[in-house]
């Protein structure tokens, strides 16, 4: 998959300049914000269905780069030069998605198990730079990061009779973060952090063409390593 893209945007705009006729509605005072984006990722996937179980296993890589340019105040902080500011986020991803379901029973019972385990790894340089018409004059703040997270995980799904059916599961999060070549020294260093989130879900029925759930569990969601991207922490996701 491929994909790039560049843009020019009006941001906020005073109402005074369209009220004066200095711009109409769709103006802008800086026409330099805007900004331009790549990605291109390579996705592998092998798959195994047997009499009993199934093995997925999917391997991924990506590269993407974000420059992106924007002036809110215009020439408030800043007579001269403006306003402008830049936010670059270049980086390069690569994961491991495999999981492997065992068919059996529990007594007289179909059920499923599952082993999973995911990990990716991000190698991540971004920053937030002073810029004039999108040329970089001065830097607020830099950084090289690199994270890594695995998850191993298990899950067990069981229908038990025809009108009862559950499904239970644990999962562990472990993250590696490592920050150098900071511009701010005190931002470099290693942390390491994990998290183990259980789920139990059951589903009652149908009666009347009608089902009943009761889904309880623990988890997380992490906005920290992915711009538009919200992590799902379920079990077997």
Known sequence: MAYKADWNSTDQIPR?????GLIDRFGNIDPTDGGDSQRYSLTTEWHKLTDSGETKVMAYGLYSKLDLFSNFTFFLDDPIRGDQFAQPDERWTSGLKATHTFFHQIGNAESESTLGLQIRNDNINNG???TQARQRYDTMREDDVWVTSISPYAENKTRWNDWLRTS???RFDGF?????HSNIPENNGNSTDGLVSPKLG??????????FYLNGGLGFHSKLLFANRLVDFRCGS
């Open 16 to 20: 005074r300049a369209v009220d004066q």
């Open 128 to 130: 937030l730079l002073l």
């Open 168 to 170: 239970l599961g644990v």
């Open 176 to 180: 590696r973060f490592n920050v150098t």
């Open 202 to 211: 059951i589903v009652f029925g149908p009666w009347a063409e009608t089902e």
